[in-house]
Structures are given as structure tokens and as C-alpha cells.
């Protein structure tokens, strides 16, 4: 499985970006994708996860603005952030569960500044 996350940029406070997360490889049976962040000195946590039922799940800090999605047509899963704020500033990765293994993209910088 092979993940590309893209989508990162600078953005001023109450902006918006989408982040998106394509998947390829052996994507059958991958029973969730999500996508963390880690900001400078801090460890790496969870922003949102949807599950191949398409449940979600979201850190309390980004409740109300942020939205987990998949399509997949495309593979693709996507991260739309509103109403960003600088303590959002982080670089963001993506993941795929799959068979009791991770997998992780690289990580695509968001950064949140006047």
C-alpha cells in the first residue's frame, strides 16, 4: 500500500485547504484510512479516521472544522480544514490500516499565519 498526501501550504487564521490522500498498491481490505498530524517538538496525533463503513471519528480540536472523506473512484481521501487556526500549524500524514499493519504517507505541511 502506498500512500501520497498532497494539498499543504500556508494559509492565513480562518482560511481553509483541503488536504488529499491518494492510495495505491494493494488497497483491498484496508478497513481505515485517517490522517495525523505533528507539530514542531510535539508527538504525533490523531486529527480524523474513517472507517471502510464509513464511520468517522475526529480529535476534539477540530470538531466542527474539519471533514474526513473518501472517494473511491479515485482512491483518493481527503481532509477539508475550515476555519483554520495557528494551532493547526503541523505537518499532516495520512494512513491505511489494513491486516494489523499501518501504512503512512509522507507528510505535507500546513502552516497557519497572518
Known amino acids: 500500500v502506498q500512500l501520497q498526501a498532497s494539498g499543504g501550504g500556508l494559509v492565513q487564521p480562518g482560511g481553509s485547504l483541503r488536504l488529499s490522500c491518494a492510495v495505491s498498491g494493494s488497497i483491498s481490505s484496508i478497513r481505515s484510512w485517517g490522517w495525523y498530524r505533528q507539530a514542531p517538538g510535539e508527538e504525533r496525533e490523531l486529527v480524523a479516521v474513517v472507517t471502510n463503513g464509513g464511520i468517522t471519528n475526529y480529535a476534539d480540536s477540530v470538531k466542527g472544522r474539519f471533514t474526513i472523506s473518501r472517494d473511491n473512484a479515485k482512491n483518493t481521501v481527503y481532509l477539508q480544514m475550515n476555519s483554520l487556526k495557528p494551532e493547526d500549524t503541523a505537518i499532516y500524514y495520512c494512513?491505511?490500516?489494513?491486516?494489523?499493519?499501518?501504512?503512512w504517507g509522507q507528510g505535507t505541511l500546513v502552516t497557519v499565519s497572518s
Open positions: 494512513n491505511a490500516y489494513r491486516f494489523a499493519t499501518i501504512y
